[in-house]
């Protein structure tokens, strides 16, 4: 009756560990993808990084060679651009 009675708890605890190596195997699979995942979006963000690093070395370039011009055409822009956003703004409400 003893020897029933281990060889029954034996068997739970087998149970029990399998369902664990289980888990553990898919929380290592999940962790592994996540892991690609972070590492995909780090080589995105260094691709974006230097793109803007050119196109401010570009912007610098173009800056530094067209005078004042430039700025006083970009300020003009930006402050039309508000003034057409407000307007949309103010005529929805």
Do not use: P, W
């Not at 080589?43 to 196109?55: C, E, H, I, M």
């Amino acid at each position: 009756m003893l020897e029933g009675q281990c060889d029954e708890l034996v068997s739970q605890l087998d149970q029990k560990v399998k369902l664990l190596k289980s888990g553990a195997r898919e929380v290592g699979e999940m962790i592994q993808e996540d892991v690609k995942n972070l590492n995909d979006i780090e080589k995105d963000y260094d691709n974006v990084s230097g793109f803007l690093q050119q196109t401010m070395g570009k912007f610098d370039k173009m800056m530094a060679k067209g005078g004042h011009k430039h700025m006083c055409y970009l300020a003009c822009f930006v402050f039309v651009i508000l003034i057409i956003l407000y307007l949309l703004v103010k005529s929805r409400y």
